[in-house]
């Protein structure tokens, strides 16, 4: 297994391409534009850079690096020839349906085609393939150089041969593959998301500030980050969407997303990538905005929606 195609150049595309190139395999880096990818290169220029400058690589293992990696804008010539398909595009439903179509007569017969999906039933996606048993999920963290889980979700007909090869893969990049069964949202999120999506409840329902919220998580619970934070850098409207599939996959009230989670995807504050979440980054640097409008839960909506 060399040749690994990657769809989507975001910040799990771009993250997932620099950690196969970097361990050697041939990588075709897919998006709809070249702009984008151009983004891309410059991200993983950018993050190769940093370990150069921490010493955990060479300037020739960045060379390298980046000399495994192709972009592409057409998915036929970029798939044709794939070992392994990883796509890493918007977390919805029916994109993911398309390209696994799309794909599922494109590859060879062989080619494993896995999902970076946080949240979506690996089984759904399969369904629109003639290939259930060669889909599975490869679940990376972000930052994906840098975090070491691979939560390596089984379709409910992905073969045992699949999911050995998989894992073992994903040891090759000095990561470590965790098991799980397909049921929503998996293992990570079914715990990470109704924590923040708490988080947020709290902060809704007037008991503390942003700030003062995710200091007892860091100080008290030894979190790295805080919750609130950690949305931020989520992306609130991956946050929303997984609490959705959530509410929807196990039918439980306990799953519904706070409104003002809702209200703030709406007014398009989704966090670091759109310059303001619960933080504002849009000078680059984290600054904390509203805190005193979000201690009171009356003022919280007029403050999400102007």
């Given at each position: 297994?060399?040749?690994?195609?990657?769809?989507?150049?975001?910040?799990?595309?771009?993250?997932?391409?620099?950690?196969?190139?970097?361990?050697?395999?041939?990588?075709?880096?897919?998006?709809?534009s070249?702009?984008?990818?151009?983004?891309?290169?410059?991200?993983?220029?950018?993050?190769?850079?940093?370990?150069?400058?921490?010493?955990?690589?060479?300037?020739?293992?960045?060379?390298?690096?980046?000399?495994?990696?192709?972009?592409?804008?057409?998915?036929?010539?970029a798939?044709?020839?794939?070992d392994?398909?990883?796509?890493?595009?918007?977390?919805?439903?029916?994109?993911k349906?398309?390209?696994?179509?799309?794909?599922?007569?494109?590859?060879?017969?062989?080619?494993?085609?896995?999902?970076?999906?946080?949240?979506?039933?690996?089984?759904?996606?399969a369904?629109?393939?003639?290939?259930?048993?060669?889909?599975?999920?490869?679940?990376?963290?972000?930052?994906?150089?840098?975090?070491?889980?691979?939560?390596?979700?089984?379709?409910?007909?992905?073969?045992?041969?699949?999911?050995?090869?998989?894992?073992?893969?994903?040891?090759?990049?000095?990561?470590?593959?965790?098991?799980?069964?397909?049921?929503?949202?998996?293992?990570?999120?079914?715990?990470?998301?109704?924590?923040?999506?708490?988080?947020?409840?709290?902060?809704?329902?007037?008991?503390?500030?942003v700030?003062?919220?995710?200091?007892?998580?860091?100080?008290?619970?030894?979190?790295?980050?805080?919750?609130?934070?950690?949305?931020?850098?989520?992306?609130?409207?991956?946050?929303?969407?997984?609490?959705?599939?959530?509410?929807?996959?196990?039918?439980?009230?306990?799953?519904?997303p706070?409104?003002?989670?809702?209200?703030?995807?709406?007014?398009?504050?989704?966090?670091?990538?759109?310059?303001?979440?619960?933080?504002?980054?849009?000078?680059?640097?984290?600054?904390?905005?509203?805190?005193?409008?979000?201690?009171?839960?009356?003022?919280?909506?007029?403050?999400?929606?102007?």
């Amino acid at each position: 297994m060399k040749n690994i195609t990657v769809i989507g150049s975001g910040t799990m595309g771009n993250g997932i391409a620099h950690t196969f190139a970097q361990f050697g395999y041939s990588v075709n880096l897919i998006d709809i534009s070249d702009a984008a990818l151009q983004k891309a290169i410059a991200t993983i220029t950018k993050n190769l850079d940093r370990q150069v400058a921490k010493g955990s690589i060479t300037e020739a293992d960045k060379t390298n690096t980046l000399k495994n990696i192709a972009t592409h804008t057409d998915l036929k010539t970029a798939a044709q020839n794939a070992d392994l398909v990883i796509e890493a595009a918007s977390e919805n439903p029916d994109i993911k349906a398309k390209l696994f179509k799309q794909l599922d007569e494109i590859c060879p017969a062989n080619t494993i085609l896995a999902s970076n999906t946080s949240s979506i039933s690996i089984t759904q996606i399969a369904a629109n393939t003639k290939r259930a048993d060669k889909v599975i999920g490869m679940h990376f963290m972000n930052p994906v150089p840098v975090m070491k889980l691979v939560e390596v979700i089984r379709g409910y007909s992905t073969s045992d041969e699949v999911c050995k090869l998989i894992m073992d893969l994903s040891k090759k990049l000095n990561k470590v593959p965790v098991e799980v069964n397909d049921y929503p949202g998996f293992v990570a999120n079914k715990i990470l998301m109704p924590m923040i999506n708490e988080a947020i409840i709290t902060l809704f329902e007037g008991e503390a500030g942003v700030e003062e919220i995710d200091t007892v998580m860091k100080l008290g619970m030894a979190h790295p980050m805080g919750p609130l934070q950690l949305a931020d850098f989520i992306g609130l409207d991956v946050c929303l969407n997984i609490m959705r599939v959530l509410q929807n996959g196990f039918g439980n009230p306990k799953y519904a997303p706070c409104p003002l989670l809702v209200n703030m995807v709406m007014a398009g504050h989704l966090g670091v990538k759109s310059g303001k979440g619960f933080y504002d980054y849009s000078t680059g640097t984290k600054e904390l905005i509203l805190a005193d409008r979000f201690k009171k839960k009356e003022l919280i909506v007029e403050a999400t929606t102007v």
